[in-house]
């Protein structure tokens, strides 16, 4: 199998889960494509730094620009391993839901939905209206897994980074392309977490 996988940061909160995946995915040795909204680049800018941008292209195999709808994870020809987009904004979730590929982020998770590949959306959005929710059903029923970052709480995390750690090793984890590694439950029972 492909260890190629597409992290796509589009402009909600959290844009340290989708560094955190880039991160994870190379040290699990992926292939790692990367594209970011014009929204996203500004969210890492101010949630996680001003170099956030640079640093995140450094650490990419394969930056790619949002407006390059001709680049390789715009076609189903190019074989992945599945895509996550962390974090998923509303405008991003709701093109993809609506089949839109405006852009290179909704264009590559369009294909990945209809090459019947992984496609996990880190959809991050509070409150959520009716729109939302009927996005998020539509992109469930195209075969997306829409998976917000909601903090296990079981697991009682110390940091924001533990947090963060954990969103992004459960998205890697829903692709089914690489043993898990997100810390689990293990009823009540200490076990260390496991990738620690
Ligand atoms: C600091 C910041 C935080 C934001 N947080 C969210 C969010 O959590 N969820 C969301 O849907 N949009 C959020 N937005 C708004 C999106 O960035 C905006 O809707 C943008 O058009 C999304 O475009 P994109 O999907 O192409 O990235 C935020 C914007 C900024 C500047």
Request: aromatic fraction near 4%; glycine fraction near 8%; hydrophobic fraction near 50%.
């Amino acid at each position: 199998m492909t260890r190629r996988v597409v992290v796509g940061l589009s402009g909600a909160s959290g844009a340290a889960i989708g560094v955190r995946a880039v991160e994870l995915l190379n040290a699990l040795g992926a292939e790692t494509h990367v594209v970011v909204s014009r929204a996203g680049e500004r969210t890492l800018a101010a949630e996680v730094g001003p170099d956030a941008v640079l640093r995140l292209k450094a650490a990419a195999a394969r930056w790619h620009a949002i407006d390059d709808v001709g680049a390789a994870i715009a076609s189903g020809s190019f074989p992945t391993a599945g895509m996550i987009v962390a974090p998923c904004s509303m405008r991003s979730l709701g093109a993809i839901a609506a089949c839109l590929a405006d852009n290179l982020l909704t264009r590559a998770a369009d294909v990945h939905l209809k090459e019947r590949r992984p496609l996990v959306l880190i959809a991050r959005e509070t409150p959520l209206h009716l729109g939302h929710l009927r996005a998020m059903t539509a992109a469930t029923e195209a075969g997306a897994i829409v998976a917000p970052p909601v903090p296990a709480f079981y697991l009682k995390p110390a940091s924001v980074a533990d947090i963060v750690d954990q969103v992004a090793r459960r998205a890697i984890d829903l692709l089914r392309a690489f043993d898990p590694t997100a810390a689990e439950w293990r009823g009540g029972e200490d076990a260390p977490p496991r990738g620690a």
